[in-house]
């Protein structure tokens, strides 16, 4: 059983910071991605930012220069530090890990950015 534990979120007003953190807990042998993805009202899922395991990460188009994705491979846990939030990062912001092929997804933590 894997769990994937997100803390960080709440509401911050626009052009303010956030850090989004991650902690992965259970039978972990070798995590090969690990990142945050996120959801808006009426929207799709999607990718923000995600980390190999060899350390390179790559980020969504919307979040380049403004959001920092740190993960440690020794704790199984990974950070994004959010800066500039704008009104349009208001989403559910959720954690995922790959292991064996297999996708674990954190329960999500609400990011409220007022303008």
């Known amino acids: 059983q894997v769990q994937l534990v997100e803390s960080g979120g709440g509401l911050v007003q626009g052009g303010r910071s956030l850090r989004l953190s991650c902690a992965a807990s259970?039978?972990?042998?070798?995590?090969?991605?690990m990142g945050w993805y996120r959801q808006a009202p009426g929207k799709q899922r999607e990718l923000v930012a995600v980390?190999?395991?060899?350390?390179?990460?790559n980020y969504a188009d919307f979040v380049k220069g403004r959001f920092t994705l740190s993960r440690d491979n020794a704790k199984n846990t990974v950070s994004l530090q959010m800066n500039s939030l704008k009104s349009e990062d208001t989403a559910v912001y959720y954690c995922?890990?790959?292991?064996?092929?297999?996708?674990?997804w954190g329960q999500g933590t609400q990011v409220t950015v007022s303008s």
């Open positions: 259970g039978i972990i042998f070798s995590i090969n991605t």
């Open positions: 995922k890990a790959n292991m064996g092929g297999r996708d674990y």
């Open positions: 980390a190999a395991s060899g350390g390179r990460s």
